[in-house]
């Protein structure tokens, strides 16, 4: 009963992570399904313009949000020691993928409705991090420091989560008038990647001092 218990309590923050990846998956399929024959229009004709960057951005991140998060199951990883590390070697490029194509879409696709410069720099500022973040845990691993492997990589994937957040903060931020819509936008979709970086920095915090 008490392995029972213990191995469910285990699959807890997995299967919060999938239920948070649920709107953004679900939103890149639909936007995969516009490019396929929908309809253009002002909101979307940057991507018929140049497809090939958002196809790679939603089919990496759909898999990095997705597979990562078996990589908090720790049941998981010890009944299948192998598993993290041939996880870990398509969660990297997957990772990187998603980073750079947002990286290029945000400097190279015309902003659309509603967005702003503002918004333009938080996109740049924490689609960087999330490359930078990347990069370094494989370093890390490469060196065998376990510890700082986990640290970088939670930071990465805490960023590369945040469409999930932000359906939330956009939602509660529809509550809170403001006179500039651009400016609402950019403060509750940052919010949307400040959450979850200070959730993942306040878990190795805690992981550090235990």
């Given at each position: 009963?008490?392995?029972?218990?213990?191995?469910?309590?285990?699959?807890?923050?997995?299967?919060?992570?999938?239920?948070?990846?649920?709107?953004?998956?679900?939103?890149?399929?639909?936007?995969?399904?516009?490019?396929?024959?929908?309809?253009v229009t002002p909101e979307n004709v940057r991507f018929f313009a140049s497809p090939l960057p958002v196809v790679l951005h939603i089919f990496a991140a759909t898999t990095y949000s997705l597979l990562g998060a078996f990589q908090f199951a720790p049941g998981l990883r010890r009944r299948r020691p192998g598993w993290h590390r041939a996880a870990?070697?398509?969660?990297?490029?997957?990772?990187?993928?998603?980073?750079?194509?947002?990286?290029?879409?945000?400097?190279?696709?015309?902003?659309?409705p509603g967005d702003g410069p503002l918004l333009f720099g938080v996109r740049l500022v924490f689609g960087s991090a999330m490359a930078v973040s990347i990069v370094l845990g494989l370093a890390a691993i490469r060196r065998r420091d376990i510890a700082r492997h986990r640290a970088w990589m939670m930071r990465?994937?805490?960023?590369?989560?945040?469409?999930?957040?932000?359906?939330?903060?956009?939602?509660?931020?529809?509550?809170?008038?403001?006179?500039?819509?651009?400016?609402?936008?950019a403060l509750f979709m940052g919010a949307g990647w400040m959450i979850n970086v200070l959730v993942a920095e306040w878990i190795i915090r805690r992981r550090v001092s235990s």
């Open positions: 009963m008490t392995v029972t218990s213990s191995s469910r309590a285990g699959w807890l923050v997995p299967s919060a992570l999938i239920v948070l990846s649920v709107v953004p998956v679900i939103g890149g399929a639909v936007r995969l399904t516009d490019l396929t024959g929908g309809e870990g070697r398509v969660l990297i490029p997957c990772g990187l993928v998603a980073a750079l194509s947002g990286l290029w879409m945000n400097l190279f696709y015309a902003l659309p990465g994937y805490a960023i590369g989560l945040g469409a999930g957040t932000q359906a939330l903060t956009l939602t509660l931020g529809a509550l809170v008038p403001m006179a500039s819509a651009e400016l609402h936008r």
